[in-house]
């Protein structure tokens, strides 16, 4: 049996947090968790938390505005974030896996959106779930389906014919290829499932979202998930552009629609739900569904900061993520928690969590976004995934006895980290990865990707003019001037 002595460790929301406490853990699980002796004296003070689970991400291997994606709304971000498509998906996946260990991740959503094109989708997986394995975190991973819409909300012919001849030969070799029918994306998810899927990967049907997907695909997936129990991930209501698509095309309503076709139940995960009206908020709540928000990704590509305290109250279970775009663009859980925290916790007196129950549940959800087992808590009998922060360096001034909580929520990052335990093994430890070099891979990725960017030439050359035109669609689309 392996075994922490920590300072301090959140246990329960409802107390303060346990002071000297002794936890220890056996075959992947918490056995113990008891009072602890003082440490000696002098030795280093640290708090105990849950592992993070980020419950929303794309496993970028890089930061996007390297690829001149920055400022950007999501529409056109999209097609520029071609250029990052990654050289080799193995090493790809291994950075992104090994800065969200590095920040208190334990398990993390990847919802596959770029894959490299050099392997097929069965090797690409397999690819990922290395890396994954090699770094010892937990992962769910679920492939992007989508079928139709590929640069706006409706014909691409539309789209190609504002653009010059040669500029929309470019385009349409680009972005507009043929799409797999709906039956064989079904049968190629479960075929990844069953090559990779275990303890450790979970493996869910990734609709990238209903803009995105017909109506046969997402009826196929909602009714093969009905019969599995397998999962679903997708995004919905992002931005004000598919806010308003979804009013045109569903004038019943989306969430209605996606509750008529039998996809709104407890397996699915949303992402973002930036503009998600009150009504459609209480269908996911009385679906069970979970909602991932992603603010440093919802500020960066100015898309909103979505009714996520309105969500909660309403009894929405609400969940924390990444989107790939920190806000430094450093891939630090800890401070998305707290932004999360911080934009949607209430005003002054009206707020709407304490800290620990959103640390907590924010945890859990996660968690059960991701597939992960259990709730998330440091107890006998959960999966033993464990955040040590180092409390010396949090409490800096050590002026007096103040709530731990309180301070990782006013200035924790992933600085603080110490150690990680996932599955009862130290995937992090006196705040190095065990299993990984992250600064030679993410070197590694940046000589294949500056040797690599030359083959994106003839779409860089033409970028000026597809972005303009992407944007002059949108804003006919909303009525703009």
Known sequence: MASIKVSHALLDPTRPVDRQVAIGWKDGVFSEVKPGTPERRGAGRRLAVPALANGHDHARPLALSSFGAAFMGLETWLPRSMLATPPDAHLAALA????????????????????????????????????????????????????????????????????????????????????????????????????????????????????????????????????????????????????????????????????????????????????????????????????????????????????????????????????????????????????????????????TWDRKAFLLESIANGRAATGAPGAGRIARGEAADLLVLDYDRLDRDRIMDVDPIDLLFARASAQEVSDLVVAGRYVVREGQLTGVDLEGTERALRELYRHEIARFAALEGAWPVIEREIEAWFRDFSGCC
């Open 96 to 351: 992104p896996f090994a800065r969200a260990a590095r920040s208190g991740c334990g398990s993390v959503m990847v919802h596959y959106t770029r894959p490299s094109g050099r392997l097929s989708a069965l090797d690409e997986a397999r690819a990922v779930a290395r890396a994954a394995g090699e770094v010892g975190i937990r992962i769910a991973y679920a492939p992007a389906l989508r079928d139709r819409n590929p640069l706006v909300y409706g014909e691409e012919a539309d789209m190609l014919a504002r653009l010059p001849a040669e500029v929309a030969a470019i385009v349409e070799d680009t972005y507009c290829r043929p799409a797999a029918p709906p039956e064989a994306m079904i049968e190629m998810t479960e075929a990844i499932g069953e090559a990779i899927g275990g303890p450790m990967v979970d493996v869910q049907f990734g609709p990238a979202g209903v803009q995105w997907c017909s109506h046969a695909l997402l009826v196929a997936i909602a009714e093969r998930s009905a019969a599995t129990g397998r999962g679903v991930h997708m995004h919905l209501l992002e931005t004000p552009y598919q806010r308003l698509w979804a009013d045109r095309t569903f004038p019943g309503g989306i969430v209605t629609y996606l509750k008529d076709i039998g996809l709104l139940s407890p397996r699915l995960t949303l992402a973002h739900c930036v503009h998600a009206r009150p009504g459609e908020l209480e269908m996911i709540a009385d679906a069970g569904a979970v909602i991932v928000t992603n603010s440093s990704s919802n500020m960066h590509l100015g898309s909103g900061k979505g009714p996520i305290a309105d969500a909660h109250g309403r009894g929405c279970r609400i969940a924390v993520g990444m989107d790939g775009l920190a806000f430094d663009e450093d891939d630090d859980m800890v401070r998305e928690t707290r932004l999360a925290n911080a934009l949607h916790g209430g005003p002054a007196f009206a707020r």
